[in-house]
Nanobody, 125 residues
Framework: QVQLVESGGGLVQAGGSLRLSCATS????????MGWFRQAPGKEREFVAV????????YYADSVKGRFTISRDNAKNTVYLQMNSLKPEETAVYHC??????????????????WGQGTQVTVSS
């Protein structure tokens, strides 16, 4: 059983930064891809970023390219999402999830099997 616990969310002004963490347990983090998704009230959960199983590839939603960075620490079994220049419209609950597919770099939420409960990010204008 894989468990994911997100942290690092909070209230930040527009233009500010936050770093989210996702601590995993149950399997080594290097055995699957890791993705971040977000869900705003009344909206569908959307893809933000993914780090491939190998750790060699990253993919981002167009809306966050150049501002967000996904990374992982294998020794800590933790994946991070550094978010810079945040915008009010990025207020949402941010979730991490595991992608067990061969490459492990999918932007599709149905590719993911385990999800964390999420951490709230609120960006004030």
């Amino acid at each position: 059983q894989v468990q994911l616990v997100e942290s690092g969310g909070g209230l930040v002004q527009a233009g500010g930064s936050l770093r989210l963490s996702c601590a995993t347990s149950g399997r080594p983090i290097s055995t699957y891809g890791m993705g971040w998704f977000r869900q705003a009230p009344g909206k569908e959960r959307e893809f933000v970023a993914v780090l491939s199983r190998s750790g060699g590839s990253t993919y981002y939603a167009d809306s966050v390219k150049g501002r967000f960075t996904i990374s992982r620490d294998n020794a800590k079994n933790t994946v991070y999402l550094q978010m810079n220049s945040l915008k009010p419209e990025e207020t949402a609950v941010y979730h991490c999830a595991t992608d067990p597919t061969r490459v492990g770099a999918s932007p599709l939420r149905w590719s993911y099997d385990y999800w964390g409960q999420g951490t709230q990010v609120t960006v004030s204008s």
